[in-house]
């Protein structure tokens, strides 16, 4: 009996070891996807030049690290973004909204600082959040798809049709979303419950789901999806929002907020579900990006990092930030400009750049986690975002 029992047990062995062995070698064996484009949306996590384009440069010590001056983003140097058209073999995506030195030929980036799924009704004067929702961002989209096949039927133009994708490109790109952390905050910061706000999230992602379709319609096959972060761990919110002891972790992070971050993502994945068996032919990267970050923020100093609540860039009080004096903001002392919201001495091992965005450290280290699946529903890394899993 016992050695029936062994033999049993290494049959079994061995079956479930060719099994593993066989979707091993499945997915080792397909090509990487050939991406020629990327077309991304979003908000401030992946805007490269958009709200600057629209209302004035992102002004220094912004891009600091690594372009050496402001390059459009809210961030001492490269986004989540730039590291994926990077591992492409692509150029840095251009802003659709920045009209000088853009070049579309390998994508379009339609994000805004500030943007939000739902439109909001303020100004970005009384907000601070973007009018480029992503409904706007999407007739952005349609416009500018419409307009590359105007000009490619056309038989000049040689100088338009060198700065823009091929037909072709559209249905071989890879498009990625990364926003709806906007959405919650702006209701937290219209004074809304943080039940209230929960009530408006089918609604948000039904308007995402809205605009996805939208791009299949147009030839949109692959997408890289990713959720929302833990926005309680973050400065600008923390500071802003009236907090108790009792919804404080034992990270310093707000509870509630985190849920709340946490419920949207729970239903941008049914969404996600959705779509998959709503538009079957196309291929929807979940990514997990939450977890990410939480790890980052919670275990900073496993990681090489510090003070992971703090602001690099800012001025005064607990976090380093001061919402009247943002980064790079200056002070009347004896009517003099004096700069009081400088850079920290070494942003490469900050997690937090200014209150309200990462670091390109923090970046870079969110980036290498996700790029091979590991935080991926279906587990298949950014080079493989074309196939569909079985």
Known sequence: MELHCRRTFLVKAVLLFLFLNHVVNARISKSPCHFLAVFNFGDSNSDTGGLSAAFGQAGPPHGESFFHGPAGRYCDGRLVIDFIAQSFGLPFLSAFLDSLGSNFTHGANFATAGST?????????????????????????????????????????GVFKSLMPKTEDFSNALYTFDIGQNDLTAGLFQNLTVDEVMASVPDIVGQLKTVIKGIYDKGGRSYWIHNTGPFGCLPYVMDRQPITAGQVDKYGCVGPFNELAQYFNSRLKETVNQLREELPEAAFTYVDVYSVKYELITQATRHGFKHPLRACCGHGGKYNFNLHVGCGGKVKVNGKDILVAKACEDPTVMINWDGVHYTQAANKWIFDQIVNGSYSDPPIPLGLACFKEP
């Open 117 to 157: 799924i739902r439109p909001q009704n303020t100004t970005l004067q009384q907000s601070g959040f973007s009018p480029f929702s992503l409904n706007v961002q999407s007739y952005q989209f349609n416009d500018f798809h419409t307009r590359v096949q105007f000009f490619r039927a056309q038989k000049g133009d």
